[in-house]
């Protein structure tokens, strides 16, 4: 049996999407952002958008891509994004669906096939080893 080289890291693929979608705030009705970034599965990342808290709750509403189907749902806002990070140009918002159907669910999942998926960023910090000090490390290593 062949093994495929994807693994599973807990969380649904990232798909590249530039979509027009409305996202008010719950409480007031007041537009929150007007673009989806990326979209996945269980969440997705809106900007530009005004500023919120996280885990406040949001309405949302866009049309599936290559379709006339429109999402109707809520999402809970799990990650805002300021703009001042390396990669990041304007402000968004990180937000996990919650309470589709689940036709709704599969004919996102079904859309998403059509998408590109986002490529891996670029992690600054310790993760990044410059090559010299990789090589110490691997000729320091006890044999």
Sequence with gaps: ?????FRFHGRSPRRAARLACQVVRERDFRLIAD??????PGGLLVGPADPVLTGERLLLSFCLPGSSYW????AVVTRVLHGRRPGEHSRGLGM???GLSPFAQMMLERALLSLPPIPPGVRPGRREAPANVVRELVL????
């Design 96 to 98: 996990a669906l919650e």
């Design 140 to 143: 320091s290593f006890p044999r």
């Design 35 to 40: 673009r989806i970034v990326d979209l996945s």
């Design 71 to 74: 999402i109707d749902g809520e």
């Design 1 to 5: 049996m062949r093994r495929s080289s």
